[in-house]
């Protein structure tokens, strides 16, 4: 009687021992796949953060430079135009075919070459480095030579006849990793001499 009630009494412990092993898987792996869901969540959440500042960073220097370009003096854009047309004259000289010509070959990075001052952004963390460009296309330039203008405003033109220079400026954001970027451009026209 003893013998057959320690049988089934170990019956009963190793049945109890396997539920329990069952419970305990079905209990870790819900528990991994719950854990990899959230990390998964955190990397979204992270990225879209990241995202968001390269994104403030780079319409942050866009709308600067646009600032900057407002109170310079012109010089700048004189100076990009003449690069341009120095560029043009060059692949001219050289034989290439004039449908052939790399008219947006000329660039000014702003801050590199006239020391325009950046924003801040200590504050955007997850930020790398910022590019703006500023690029004038010249097969863009529109003559208006039917427009009266006054010559005090043309100099260098005795014809007094106007043009508008297209120019575009391009912001670009790197992450602090690399691997998320932003880039924003915006056009403007500035009213100038025409060229001889």
């Known amino acids: 009687m003893y013998a057959n009630l320690i049988t089934h009494t170990s019956r009963q412990r190793g049945s109890t021992l396997l539920i329990s092993l069952g419970v305990l898987t079905a209990i870790t792996v819900g528990a991994t796949v719950a854990m990899q869901q959230s990390t998964t969540q955190v990397r979204m959440v992270t990225n879209m953060n990241v995202e968001k500042q390269t994104f403030a960073a780079s319409y942050s220097h866009l709308t600067r430079a646009v600032k900057n370009l407002g109170n ?16 043009i004259a060059a692949q001219k000289a050289a034989g290439i075919d004039d449908a052939d010509i790399i ?9 590199t070459d006239f020391g325009w001052q950046q924003p801040d952004s200590a504050l955007l963390n997850s930020v790398g ?13 529109q003559q208006s030579n039917t427009t009266p203008v006054n010559p005090k405003d043309n100099e260098g033109s005795s014809s007094a006849a106007s043009s508008v220079y297209p120019f575009v400026l391009t912001a670009t954001t790197a992450s602090e990793h690399g691997n998320i970027t932003s880039t924003q451009q915006i056009g403007i026209k500035r009213k100038g001499a025409s060229a001889q």
């Open 72 to 87: 310079s003096s012109g010089a700048l854009l004189t100076d990009l135009i003449t690069r341009q047309n120095a560029s």
């Open 103 to 111: 008219y947006n070959s000329a660039t000014i990075d702003a801050y």
């Open 129 to 141: 480095d910022t590019q703006v460009v500023i690029t004038y296309p010249a097969e863009q330039v």
